[in-house]
């Protein structure tokens, strides 16, 4: 049986009492109300943090202007008043006790639709934090598609045209790795990138890319398209350049705090240089926000991130293209991919090895790629 991992890290602790996969937490001490707190994410949504003793089991239920969070088991606190930050939907938050349950409620500036499983988390404790219960959303009806399949109760996600934003990287000032024979990485990438928006269209996904042409884009902004497009999965597309020019072949990279190997750590420094974004903090952010965000990033978006990036390695070593020594999915602190958007970097291959290069830069090979990611992106589970 393939068990949801997103679903799993998604559903509250309500899903896994009645499931009964943590029966233990249904005679669980009552979890009290530790702080709540309100603050604005990077790409604008607003989020809600509600911290609990115990591990949160909780409902929401919307009316227009309004969002309560229904935490079951658990005790209020008086002591207790919200830290809102400024520029949220939020503009006051209160609790009140019914029963056994404690009421956030939330009133709002503007109305909002219901917020997407993939947008609601429960983090684990940590450091100086209790569980926490974060949910990000924006206002009207744009939360996402979850909201529209659950009110009409059909398959509807399955049929909704998945949302690729694709990534060239580099471009303009910056051209990349440059292989021996003047192959520009920005240009190797944009070729396949344009090859990959027709072939992802025309298998019937909604594309849209960072950059279309020879421009230069911050790897924030980059991440930001992502949000803003409300993408399902997110691929940034590179070359690779090795010391040694005998090393080839493709590697696969996902978003972590700490890189998997030395190598992947170059890479993320080399990547990352494009516009030496400091990747070691969060520093715009209050420290609540910067662990929510960051655990957010280790939970649903990383595993989801990581079967992506599986999907792909796969396809590209059944299209028998060349894989690089090591492990093919590696783990690196790359800023292009801090989102809240599942999603991967692509190294296709070496432009420093000479082979690989004119490999590389042959329509023929680049199709192939294209064919490879075409490939794994419609193997990819969206509703995992
Ligand atoms: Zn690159």
Known sequence: MKISRRRLLQISGVGFVIAGLLPRMACAARSSLKSMRTGVQPNGKTRIVIETSGRPSYTL???????????????????VSAKLASGTLVKNMTQTQVGDSL?????????????????????????????????????????????????????????????????????????????????KEKAFVLSVGRKLRSALQNAGFAVYMTRADDTYLKLADRAAIAEKKKADLFISIHANANPSRSMKGFSIYTLSEKASDEEAQKLADAENAADKIDVSGFESFSKDIRIALSSLQQHAVAEMSEEYANDCARAFKRAGIEQQPGPAVRHAPLAVLRSTVPGALIECGHLSNSSEEKLLKSSAHQDKLVAAIVRSIKNYDFEA
């Open 61 to 79: 239920v919307y009316s227009p202007e309004k969002l309560t969070v229904r935490l079951s088991n658990t005790i209020g606190d008086t002591s």
């Open 103 to 183: 009421n956030i409620i939330a009133e709002l500036r503007k109305p909002i639709s219901e917020i997407p499983k993939n947008q609601i988390m429960v983090l684990e404790p940590n450091g100086d934090n209790d569980y926490r219960l974060v949910l990000d959303f924006v206002a009207g009806a744009t939360n996402g598609v979850a909201a529209a399949a659950s009110s009409s109760g059909g398959n509807e996600t399955s049929t909704r045209k998945r949302i690729i934003v694709l990534d060239p990287g580099h471009g303009g000032k910056d051209p990349g790795c440059i292989g021996r024979g003047g192959t």
